[in-house]
């Protein structure tokens, strides 16, 4: 009856079982799921008159006499099935998910319960509905560790919140889309096709007559030291690390958008063929790739897979990025030729938050880079 899950994600044990699976990204979306859902009132629950009812078989139209059920594989109910209310509405968060098996049930469990296994998910929730539903005279709550479905969804939102944002995203999802990617741009190539996989719509790269991609050098950076620029209020200074023998100083207008904290010793994607300029006094090389929404109210970073390699550089499947033809830009002629601000608006992120060009995705040789913004520009 208790609740097992820390307050923050940092709580969590080092190379536990949960914090391992929290990894995976799937816990996140799942429980933000489970939070609004709860808030709402949309997600089933025990009936409050006969919270018990899942560990009793009435029978087929309440025929049978109720008898108590004690394997953990079976569920009981009546007119009002808890369990099977609660199995019907799972399955349709999986389909709409995407996910199966372990991917959406040890989230589910982690997220209800604090616990990585135990007793059924619906038995252990109607015990705390049941015990909820006994006064403070009968049990003492705070004694016996007691944490009600209320103060769980607090909790639960808490933790959330705590995730790192590389954490946000599921990495099954992003592989996928990676593996299809690769695939969709393999048939291409074999068949000197000029159209999608779905083959109903016209390839963009076909029609695209914009600089090629390979002209950017973008390179998977962390930042070693980040302050807030002494002469100008919306601007961070930031050391990055990309792989050189010194680190990069870079200006960046982030200080509406996030803290210093969120900011230190983060993997970050770095456009690093610019020609340094002057920021208010700051001399800055380079720049650090965020994703943004629409109307610039939310601004993130996009992040490369946290086992990434510093000063890798990031490149886009489908497009040559080893021969003649794939060497970056110089600075100079970058500049001069602007063609960052012609690339700009090919750069955004899809419906999963992952960034690209033309529909193909960032990549490292870790996977497929992320964002936790949707549907927005990349700049």
Same mark, same amino acid.
């Given at each position: ?17 949960? *914090? +391992? ?25 025990? !009936? ?11 029978? *087929? ?8 059920? +004690?394997? !953990? ?28 098996? *372990? ?33 403070? !005279? ?45 695939? &969709? ?14 083959? !109903? ?7 695209? +007559?914009?600089?090629?991609?390979? &002209? ?15 002469? &100008? ?28 904290? +969120? ?30 929404? &629409?109307?610039?109210?939310?601004? *993130? ?79």
């Amino acid at each position: 009856l208790g609740y097992g899950l820390p307050n923050t994600f940092d709580e969590m044990e080092e190379g536990g079982e949960a *914090k +391992e699976m929290v990894k995976l990204g799937n816990f996140y979306n799942i429980g933000r799921i489970i939070v609004d859902q709860a808030e709402k009132k949309a997600l089933p629950l025990p !009936d409050p008159a006969d919270p018990l009812a899942a560990f009793m078989d009435v029978g *087929k139209g309440g025929g049978k006499k109720a008898v108590i059920i +004690e394997a !953990d594989e079976q569920s009981g109910g009546g007119a009002y099935s808890f369990p099977e209310a609660y199995k019907a509405h799972m399955k349709e968060l999986a389909k709409e998910m995407g996910l199966k098996g *372990k991917h959406l049930f040890h989230p589910l469990r982690l997220a209800l319960t604090g616990e990585m296994s135990g007793q059924d998910v619906t038995k252990q929730l109607a015990l705390t509905f049941a015990v909820d539903s006994k006064g403070d !005279d009968v049990i003492d709550r705070e004694k016996a560790g007691i944490v009600n479905f209320e103060e769980r969804i607090v909790r639960l939102k808490a933790f959330c919140d705590s995730i790192p944002e590389e954490y946000r995203i599921s990495k099954s999802t992003t592989t996928t889309k990676s593996t299809d990617a690769n695939t &969709a741009q393999q048939k291409d190539t074999q068949n000197g096709s000029a159209t999608t996989a779905s083959g !109903d719509t016209t390839d963009p790269i076909s029609t695209y +007559e914009g600089p090629p991609i390979t &002209a950017l050098d973008i390179r998977v950076g962390r930042i070693t030291k980040v302050w807030a620029h002494p002469e &100008a209020d919306k601007l961070y200074c930031e050391e990055i690390d990309i792989g050189e023998d010194s680190p990069r100083l870079i200006a960046s207008g982030l200080r509406p958008f996030m803290s210093e904290s +969120e900011m230190e010793d983060r993997l970050v994607l770095v456009l690093c063929n610019l020609k340094a300029r002057k920021m208010v006094g700051i001399p800055s090389h380079g720049m650090v790739l965020c994703a943004s929404n &629409a109307d610039h109210t939310t601004v *993130k970073f996009v992040s490369p897979p946290v086992d990434a390699v510093v000063g890798e550089r990031v490149t886009v499947p489908g497009f040559d990025f080893e021969g003649e033809g794939g060497v970056p830009m110089k600075e100079n002629p970058m500049g001069k030729k602007k063609i960052f601000p012609k690339l700009a608006p090919f750069l955004v992120t899809d419906e999963y938050g992952v960034p690209g060009f033309l529909g193909k995705p960032f990549l490292t040789s870790a996977g497929v880079c992320t964002s936790p913004v949707v549907d927005g520009t990349v700049a």
